[in-house]
Nanobody
Framework: QVLLAESGGGSVQSGGTLTLSCAFS????????MAWFRQGTGEEREAVMG????????YHSDSARGRFTLSQDNAKNTVSLRMNNLKPEDTGVYFC???????????????????WGQGTQVTVSS
């Protein structure tokens, strides 16, 4: 059984920075593809960034490119999303997800992820 717990959400002004963390509990952390999704009010949940099993490759959405970065702490089984230059359109609930595999063509597919956290709210004001 895998459990995911997000933390680090909050309210910032446009141009600000937030770092979200996802704590992974369960077996074999390194075998999972980890990703961050976000969901705005009335919108579909969309992928933001993903990192492959073992952390060799990262994937990002167009909106995240150049602003967001992922990092992993394999000793603590955590994956963090650092978000710079935040914009109001980045507002939403951010979810951590774990799936058995991912690549550049699949990391954004919600159906491939087996486990999800409860989400953490990010609000960016203009």
């Amino acid at each position: 059984q895998v459990l995911l717990a997000e933390s680090g959400g909050g309210s910032v002004q446009s141009g600000g920075t937030l770092t979200l963390s996802c704590a992974f509990s369960g077996p074999e952390y390194s075998r999972w593809c980890m990703a961050w999704f976000r969901q705005g009010t009335g919108e579909e949940r969309e992928a933001v960034m993903g990192i492959t099993n073992g952390g060799r490759t990262q994937y990002h959405s167009d909106s995240a490119r150049g602003r967001f970065t992922l990092s992993q702490d394999n000793a603590k089984n955590t994956v963090s999303l650092r978000m710079n230059n935040l914009k109001p359109e980045d507002t939403g609930v951010y979810f951590c997800a774990a799936g058995p595999t991912c690549n550049v063509d699949t990391f954004a597919q919600r159906s491939l992820y087996h486990y999800w956290g409860q989400g953490t709210q990010v609000t960016v004001s203009s």
